[in-house]
């Protein structure tokens, strides 16, 4: 099946580092990769959907110089927290669809100091 | 506004019961449908697809989907404790991400 493979799994940085995340689609290409933040005991909540060689379209409420994501190829698609301060610490996970379903990454969990 | 729903829970049943876990769609041109499993602290991962009326099953999970009422759910056989997770409904609208649900919190007591 799709393997979607995210790094680091967990990040633990003092306030105002960049941390960059990066999601790959293993065994297929995907045009499309999704980003999500999830607090604890809270729903999934989609940031950003990020398309290969062009601009990443954000959420309502998502800072675009905040989380600035890049998608230069048809596999990798990287998430930079920039300026990180210990409110943006959380779970961050990326998906991928062609198709069908989407297909997870494991996830980042960010903890900022 | 396109909106999937589900009861949050918790649902607890005993081990060995059947789980049956809801959830209801609101644009009828929806044609996929998914359940994914979230253990706590961990991603979501896919247990079923369906896309046509009726059932589907697999090992212990049938997925049920009835597209005049708006709605699909998932029945777990045989409970176990390692079953205890929230499971999320997710609707396929197009050429989008997925609509999520917010999950049912499912839990199964030994």
């Known amino acids: 099946g799709a393997v979607v493979s995210q790094h680091p799994s967990w990040v633990i940085c003092k306030s105002g580092t960049s941390v960059k995340i990066e999601c790959r689609s293993l065994?297929?290409?995907?045009?499309?990769m999704f980003w999500y933040r999830q607090f604890p005991k809270q729903s999934l909540m989609l940031m950003a959907t990020?398309?290969?060689?062009?601009?990443?379209?954000?959420e309502q409420g998502v800072e675009k110089d905040k989380f600035l994501i890049n998608h230069a190829s048809l596999t990798l698609s990287t998430l930079t927290v920039t300026s990180a301060h210990p409110e943006d610490s959380s779970f961050y996970i990326c998906?991928?669809?062609?198709?069908?379903?989407?297909?997870f990454g494991d996830g980042t969990r960010l903890s900022i100091l | 506004q396109k909106e999937v729903e589900q009861n949050s829970g918790p649902l607890s049943v005993p081990e060995g019961a059947i789980a049956s876990l809801n959830c209801t769609y609101s644009?009828?041109?929806?044609?996929?449908f998914f359940w994914y499993r979230q253990y706590s602290g961990k991603s979501p991962e896919l247990i079923m697809s369906?896309?046509?009326?009726g059932d589907k099953e697999d090992g212990r999970f049938t997925a049920q989907l009835n597209k005049a009422s708006q709605y699909v759910s998932l029945l777990i056989r045989d409970s176990q404790p390692s079953d205890s997770a929230t499971y999320l409904c997710?609707?396929?609208?197009?050429?989008?991400?997925?609509?999520f649900g917010k999950g049912t919190r499912l839990s199964v007591i030994a």
């Open positions: 998906s991928a669809r062609v198709t069908g379903p989407q297909h």
């Open positions: 065994d297929f290409q995907a045009t499309t």
């Open positions: 990020s398309n290969e060689g062009s601009k990443a379209t954000y």
């Open positions: 644009d009828r041109v929806s044609q996929s």
């Open positions: 369906i896309y046509s009326n």
């Open positions: 997710a609707v396929d609208l197009g050429n989008t991400p997925l609509v």
